[in-house]
């Protein structure tokens, strides 16, 4: 589908429940958010999937949009959603619509609009706004702002290109509070959050001629930090402060046996495709998937996959 295609379907339908993704970022949590506004200033019915894994920080923005209980669908859209094992609630949704931005989208709902170009799944409903309303108004450029940026980190990660500058500068000029959301979003955090980076970074190891570098992020070490959710966003960009490492893996125990890997990369190396090969995917230069296992052999089967691919 085209933006226009994407403006034409929801103008054609009501009854909108829409569907962000398992450990939600700011990306599909804004996104979400900003498009039930906007539908709703539509005349439209349109709620949220209420999340269950919003961090704190993130939730007040979002929680004005949760379903109320017994509110029954018409329309399913699931937003910033790659596939159907990351849809919230569970992978038997009969999607109608997925807006998304990642190239390894499995294409697993009726209508697809997928524009893989843009940094940010933002990018792509602040079109499908303007095409519908001809520009968010202050609440959607409030959240659609949280989305752009925490994807594209304050724009330094490099995804980041010209478009994605373009509709930073129509999100201020609609009203989008810089220094506010910036202040809360990536200049400060919780003694708990800097308890943590300081163990990350002492168990952080370095391999094949420093040009990998992996963090470990325990359940244990959450603990002694006093870290909650709210204090994990990012995790996955601490071991690419390393200078030269080419291919930084993040690991973290999220249960008994499973670890969630989070991949970022230089050109030079496909993440998307090394995480592919445990069911997982994302961006050429940063993706991620889970595995059914420890710490340790999460680390031992990332490695084995990446040696080959390192350049």
Known sequence: MTIRECADFLKSRDGFLILSHVRPDGDTLGSCAALSHALNRMGKTAWMYPNEEITETLLPFVKPYFAPDGFEAQTIISVDVASEQMLIGNSEWNVD????????????????????????????????????????????AQLLYIAVSTDTGCFCYSNTNSDTFRSAAKLLDAGAQLDSLNQLLFRKTSVARLRLEGMIYSAMTFHFDNRVSVAVVSREMLERAGATEDDCSDLANLAGRAK???VCITIREVGDHVSKLSLRSSSSVNVSDICAEFGGGGHAMAAGCTMKCDLEEAKSRILQAVEPKLP
């Open 97 to 140: 619509l997925c807006i998304d931005h990642h190239p390894s989208n499995t294409h697993y709902a009726s209508e697809t609009c997928v524009i893989p170009e843009r940094a940010s799944c933002g990018e792509i409903i602040l079109d499908v706004i303007t095409e519908l309303l001809e520009g968010p108004d202050y609440e959607e």
């Open 244 to 246: 030269e490492a080419v």
